[in-house]
C-alpha cells in the first residue's frame, strides 16, 4: 500500500539524513558479533517508530512473518539487544542526532523561524525497587526513609523553531544535581553544533544559578530564564516596580490578551557578572477566565530582542515539556527500562530521541511537502502498523 512504512521511512533516514554511515558504524563494541549492528540498531529504532520499545516486544516484530517489511535484516532474541545495548559506545548515536540537526538546518527546516532556541531541562525517567547501577537515585518518604530509586537526566532540545527536536541527554547521580548536569551538557552540545546554530537557551528557575548563567556566557548563547523566589532581591524588586505600573504593551495570542511588563535597567545580585539585567512580565488572561502570570530575566537587550520575541522565547520553554518529555515518556517508553545496566539506558534514551526527530522529520517537513496535510502522530503510528498488514496495538500511553 502507499503511504508511510518502515521500509520507506529507513530510506529516508540512510538517504535524506545522510545516516547510512551510523546505521553501518554504531559504535558496537562486542568482541565477536553475529548479528550486524546496524540490523539491531534498526530493529530498536523500528520499535520506536512503532512505539513497541521492551526489548521482548522487538524480538517479537524481528521474528514475525512481516520481517521483509519491517526493514529488519535478521532475527535474533531480546537477549542479544541486552549484550549489544551494555556495550555499544552512545558517542556515534550522540553524533548522529547532532548531524542530523545540521542537515535539517541546510535543508531550511527552520527557515520560517526567526529564531532558534535549545530549551535544557531536567527530569525522572525510570524507577526501580533496588539499586542495581551507579545513576540509581533513592527517593525518600515523608519519613526520609528509602522507598524506591529512580534514574534523572537533564535532557536538551531545539525549541522555538516551528518544530521540537529533542537530541541529547545527560544522567546524574546520587551526589549530582540537575543544574550540574545541564552545564555539562550545554558544554558537550554547543561546541559540536557551532556557535552560529542556536540564538539562545531558555531554563526553567532551577537553572538560574550564577555557574550556569556564567556556562552559557563562555559558550556565547544568551539566556532566558524563568524567575521565581529563588532570586528574592530581584524578584521584590521587579514586583515593587511592575505592580504599580500599567502594561507596557497588549495584544492577542490565540484567544487569550497578553499584558507585557518589560524594562532592561535592573540591577544583578552581587555575584552575577552581568552588567544589568533586563526582566519580561506577562500576564495571560484566557477565555476561561484563568489568569497565569510569569517573570522571566534575561541579558538580551531591547535594542536587539524586542517585548514580543522575547516573550515567544519564554513561552518556547514549554516545548521541552509537551513535545520532549511528555511525548517521550507516553509514546515512546522513555520510562521504561529495557534492561538496567548504565551503558544501556543511555544507549536507549538516545535512540529514543533519534526515532523522534527522524519521524518528526518525516511527518512534519519531508510528508508535508507541497499541499500535503500533516498527519498527527497517532496517525503516522497507525499507517506504519496497516502498511506492515498487522493490527494495532493498543495505545500504551
Not at 177 to 205: C, H, I, K, N
Request: proline letters at 5%.
Amino acid at each position: 500500500m502507499n503511504g508511510p512504512s518502515l521500509r520507506r521511512l529507513k530510506l529516508y533516514a540512510a538517504g535524506r539524513l545522510k545516516l547510512k554511515r551510523y546505521l553501518a558504524h554504531c559504535g558496537d563494541g562486542r568482541a565477536q558479533p553475529r548479528l550486524p549492528a546496524r540490523a539491531l540498531v534498526w530493529a530498536m529504532l523500528a520499535g520506536q517508530f512503532l512505539r513497541q520499545t521492551a526489548f521482548h516486544a522487538v524480538e517479537a516484530i524481528a521474528r514475525s512473518a512481516r520481517l521483509r517489511k519491517t526493514g529488519i535484516e535478521r532475527r535474533f532474541s531480546d537477549d542479544t539487544l541486552d549484550y549489544f545495548s551494555e556495550r555499544a559506545d552512545p558517542a556515534p548515536t550522540r553524533q548522529a542526532l547532532i548531524d542530523v540537526l545540521h542537515r535539517a538546518k541546510r535543508n531550511k527546516t527552520f527557515q520560517d523561524s526567526p529564531s532558534i532556541g535549545l530549551a535544557v531541562d531536567g527530569t525522572t525517567v525510570g524507577r526501580c525497587s533496588e539499586q542495581r547501577c551507579r545513576w540509581c537515585r533513592p527517593y525518600r518518604n515523608e519519613k526520609k526513609q528509602i522507598v524506591g530509586y529512580r534514574h534523572q537526566l537533564a535532557m536538551v532540545s531545539v525549541v522555538g523553531s516551528g518544530i521540537t527536536l529533542p537530541f541529547d541527554v545527560e544522567p546524574y547521580g546520587p551526589k549530582d544535581s540537575e543544574y550540574a548536569a545541564g552545564q555539562r551538557l550545554l558544554r558537550r552540545v554547543v561546541p559540536t553544533l557551532g556557535a552560529r546554530f542556536a540564538d539562545y537557551v531558555v531554563v526553567d528557575a532551577g537553572f538560574a544559578t550564577n555557574t550556569f548563567l556564567h556556562v552559557c556566557d563562555e559558550l556565547g548563547l544568551p539566556v532566558v530564564a524563568r524567575l521565581k523566589d529563588n532570586l528574592p532581591e530581584l524578584s521584590t524588586a521587579v514586583e515593587k516596580r511592575f505592580s504599580t505600573q500599567r502594561p507596557h504593551r497588549v495584544f492577542k495570542d490565540g484567544n487569550s490578551r497578553i499584558e507585557i511588563w518589560d524594562a532592561e535597567d535592573f540591577d544583578p545580585w552581587e555575584t552575577l557578572r552581568w552588567e544589568t539585567v533586563r526582566v519580561l512580565r506577562y500576564r495571560q488572561q484566557n477565555p476561561d477566565g484563568t489568569v497565569v502570570q510569569a517573570d522571566w530575566f534575561t541579558n538580551f537587550s531591547k535594542r536587539k530582542v524586542v517585548s514580543l520575541a522575547l516573550y515567544r522565547m519564554a513561552k518556547s520553554r514549554w516545548e521541552i515539556e509537551n513535545q520532549g518529555f511528555n511525548d517521550c515518556k507516553s509514546y515512546q517508553g522513555l520510562e521504561h527500562i529495557c534492561h538496567h545496566h548504565p551503558n544501556s539506558l543511555l544507549l536507549g534514551w538516545l535512540l529514543t530521541l533519534l526515532a523522534l526527530v527522524i519521524s518528526r522529520l518525516y511527518r512534519l517537513r519531508y510528508l508535508h511537502r507541497g499541499t500535503h496535510k500533516v498527519i498527527s502522530a497517532c496517525q503516522f503510528v497507525r499507517l506504519l502498523w496497516l502498511n506492515l498488514g498487522a493490527p494495532i496495538p493498543r495505545e500504551s500511553g
